[in-house]
């Protein structure tokens, strides 16, 4: 147990996707730094397992996305040659639309005036070019052949490796019961099994934020969501061949993956899921009929060929914010309470820069990217 008298530099409270980037971050500079998470990552308990995860650059919500997701790109790249692991594959993402719910023409413009590649395509050309995707012609697509997808798994045990060989300190499976600032602007951070004291504080809860409302309340709900691994009736839904893929519809917005290494086509869906409360049991897939039926539907209706046995199902967790955009942030009351969550189940390709951010933000109170979309402020509005 590390003694409660010793002074970190900067506690991270949650070492999660974003908490283990920012730690690393922190570390590498050479910032004493204590992170703390209420279990062991990687791990199922919070938003990355299950992996993979898409890694796209023609994002909606403009520049601030665009500029964010393409230094995040930079970034994965520097951790994969840190590391000699592979973390990111360039498979290209297919995005498809029914044009009566979505157009992609205002993404197309914003990336392509941040430098960002994307192809057009209309129903007809989508048929052609990829036979095993079925849609009308009522639907257009926006291809990123640059895009792809993260091991997610991977990339929270890479950063917890180099976090710890640059210095870092962890501590595992121990939940924080509280914090309180001292008179000299300093924080504490309570857990049950001891107190840690330092000048700064990265909050990286995720789907656990309500744990710690009693010093910070914040506009996040957390919901259960599912995901499913469905077999395949050839090989050109394999990883070599097909590439990621989001399908906005009437029925819903999905989500999802070749088949890799023969795990079949992974696929869930972004809207929707059930309300869950930090520390309440999490139902596992299939408790619910609409788990498997409305993840089969979509592949039924847009992917036959990968609508075969299920062959795997998961559960995880969204955190959720009104306008599903980001809050990075420091604390209203105290500058050197830095807050990252409400990733609202598209925040993972971002943690490498967004790990820079907080970082920044905790040693300088400024950051040299754009967030003021994820200002907190927004919400008193």
């Given at each position: ?18 908490g283990m ?30 992996e ?53 023409r ?17 129903g007809e ?16 697509g ?39 600032t ?11 099994g ?22 910070l ?39 999802g ?7 079949g ?6 809207d929707?899921?059930?309300p ?19 993840l ?51 925040g ?34």
């Open positions: 147990m590390i003694p409660f008298l010793k002074k970190y530099d900067v506690i991270v409270v949650g070492a999660g996707s974003m980037s920012s730690g690393y971050e922190l570390a590498r500079r050479g910032v004493e730094t204590l992170l703390i998470d209420a279990f062991d990552p990687p791990h199922g308990e919070g938003s990355h397992h299950g993979p995860r898409l890694i796209r650059h023609a994002y909606s919500g403009g520049p601030a996305y665009i500029n964010l997701a393409i230094r995040a790109d930079e970034k994965w790249l520097q951790l994969e040659e840190t590391t000699g692991l592979k973390l990111l594959e360039r498979a290209g993402v297919l995005n498809i639309a029914d044009t009566d719910v979505y157009d992609f205002e993404r197309q413009n914003d990336a392509e005036s941040q430098g960002v590649t994307v192809e057009w395509l209309t050309q989508i048929r052609k070019r990829w036979p095993n995707v079925k849609v009308s012609d009522n639907f257009h926006m291809y990123e052949p640059y895009a792809g997808y993260l091991y997610s798994e991977k990339v929270v045990a890479a950063y917890k490796q180099e976090a710890l060989r640059a210095g870092a300190q962890f501590i595992a499976n121990t939940f924080v019961t509280g914090l309180r001292e008179k000299d602007g300093s924080v504490t951070v309570h857990t049950k001891g107190s840690y004291h330092a000048e700064r504080v990265i909050l990286s809860a995720g789907a656990w934020f309500k744990m710690l409302q009693s010093f309340s914040l506009p996040i709900r957390s919901v259960r969501k599912v995901v499913g691994w469905f077999e395949t009736t050839d090989s050109t839904f394999d990883s070599n061949v097909f590439p990621g893929f989001t399908i906005g519809t009437k029925n819903g917005g999905f989500y993956f070749p088949s890799i290494d023969g795990a086509v992974k696929i869930g869906r972004h929707g899921g059930v869950w409360e930090p520390g309440k049991p999490l139902a596992p897939f299939g408790a619910y009929p609409e788990d498997e039926e409305d089969r539907q979509a592949l039924e209706t847009y992917l036959p060929g990968a609508a075969g046995k299920l062959l795997r199902g998961a559960v995880c967790k969204y955190e959720l914010t009104p306008d599903e955009d980001f809050i990075i942030d420091h604390h209203p009351l105290y500058k050197n309470v830095v807050i990252a969550g409400g990733f609202s189940g598209h993972f390709k971002f943690a490498s820069a967004i790990g820079e951010v907080l970082a920044d933000l905790a040693l300088n109170e400024s950051t040299s990217w754009d967030i003021s979309p994820f200002r907190l402020s927004r919400f008193a509005r």
